[in-house]
């Protein structure tokens, strides 16, 4: 009895279900999202933060892989953010500790 109440009640296909193929490769991506890896660069860069931009409406979200992610609230915002990217990245590459290779990018987070 594949419909009921005009419902389709049959399961999926495993290739149509979703990201994750096995359960245990989901329970991976969860404590592989949920690990912290300390940079030193990216944490005084937290805490310098409200200094070296002051007003600005974005935030450092995490680091990963020589990328620091800046978070903004929406979409509009992660729009007119875009054209300040290079000026950011020019005044972080400037301060001692920062690596030689510095990408920056925006995801919007509420």
């Known amino acids: 009895m594949a419909f009921e109440n005009g419902v389709n009640w049959k399961p999926l296909e495993p290739e149509k279900r979703g990201r994750h193929a096995t359960f245990s490769s989901a329970v991976e991506a969860a ?56 000026a950011i990245r020019k005044r972080l590459l400037e301060l001692p500790d920062a690596p030689k290779k510095l990408d920056l990018r925006l995801e919007i987070h509420s």
């Open 31 to 86: 404590l592989r999202d949920l690990m912290v890896v300390h940079d030193p660069f990216f944490d005084s860069l937290v805490d310098r933060w409200p200094s070296l931009f002051p007003g600005l409406p974005v935030k450092p979200g995490r680091y990963e892989d020589g990328k620091v992610f800046l978070y903004v609230k929406n979409a509009p915002t992660n729009f007119a953010m875009r054209t300040k990217l290079p």
